[in-house]
């Protein structure tokens, strides 16, 4: 069974930079598919952020792409989203999940509050 | 431009069936679908993909009172046989070429 599980810190402050990281466990992510990060506002919808390929490919949502940054490390299993210049608008409830054009194994989520 | 579009509520009483919409763009009208479940206070979960020609692929799991089909450019979830556990947010989701594309959710009210 695929499990993905979302890390990072709680608390960010205004202009500065949003770290997470997804550790993927029961498949590895050099075998295939895209690996992805959507967030959820507190109280609306998802949305997309970007998605990655194991071989370093990337492609994400065009309103974020000059403050988005999505690696992996294919040693450790994990991939990692870095989102900068953040403001309250960027308090969210963070996923990752695997991606084969539609997600179909989600991790649990992480809030991530910008706040001073 | 690829846009979905759902209805923000809907509801049904328990043990009934309740059909739900996802409405793609003009122009999108071939394109799959996908349908995620998220209950209160939970990460979403996959329920299935619909294709353009109404077959479905359900995820792990999903009982078989979740349905998908399709009609032109809508396709819909049905769930028959509601129980109290599927009072839930229901996303459609579909993608294109470097682009993956939310619906604004329906939130289902068992009643």
């Known amino acids: 069974q695929v499990h993905l599980q979302e890390s990072g810190p709680g608390l960010v402050m205004p202009s500065e930079t949003l770290s997470l990281t997804c550790a993927v466990s029961?498949?590895?992510?050099?075998?295939?598919?895209?690996w992805a990060w959507i967030r959820q506002p507190p109280g609306k919808g998802l949305e997309w952020i970007g998605s990655?390929?194991?071989?370093?490919?990337?492609y994400c949502i065009a309103s974020l792409k000059n403050r988005v940054t999505i690696s992996v490390d294919t040693s450790k299993n994990q991939f990692s989203l870095k989102v900068s210049s953040v403001t309250a608008a960027d308090t969210a409830v963070y996923y990752c999940?695997?991606?084969?054009?539609?997600?179909?194994?989600w991790g649990q989520g992480a809030l991530v509050t910008v706040s001073s | 431009q690829l846009v979905l579009t759902q209805s923000p509520s809907a509801s049904a009483s328990l043990g009934a069936s309740v059909k739900l919409t996802c409405t793609l763009s003009?122009?999108?009208?071939?394109?799959?679908i996908a349908w995620y479940q998220q209950q209160p206070e939970k990460g979403p979960r996959y329920l299935m993909k619909?294709?353009?020609?109404?077959?479905?692929n359900k995820g792990d799991g999903i009982p078989d009172r979740f349905s998908g089909s399709n009609s032109g450019a809508e396709r819909y979830l049905t769930i028959s046989s509601l129980q109290s556990e599927d009072e839930a947010d229901y996303y459609c989701?579909?993608?294109?070429?470097?682009?993956?594309?939310f619906g604004g959710g329906t939130k289902l009210t068992v009643l």
């Open positions: 999940a695997r991606e084969d054009n539609y997600f179909d194994y």
């Open positions: 029961g498949y590895s992510i050099s075998s295939g598919y895209y």
């Open positions: 990655l390929h194991h071989s370093g490919t990337t």
């Open positions: 003009s122009g999108h009208s071939s394109y799959a």
């Open positions: 619909v294709n353009s020609d109404g077959s479905h």
């Open positions: 989701q579909t993608w294109g070429t470097d682009i993956q594309v």
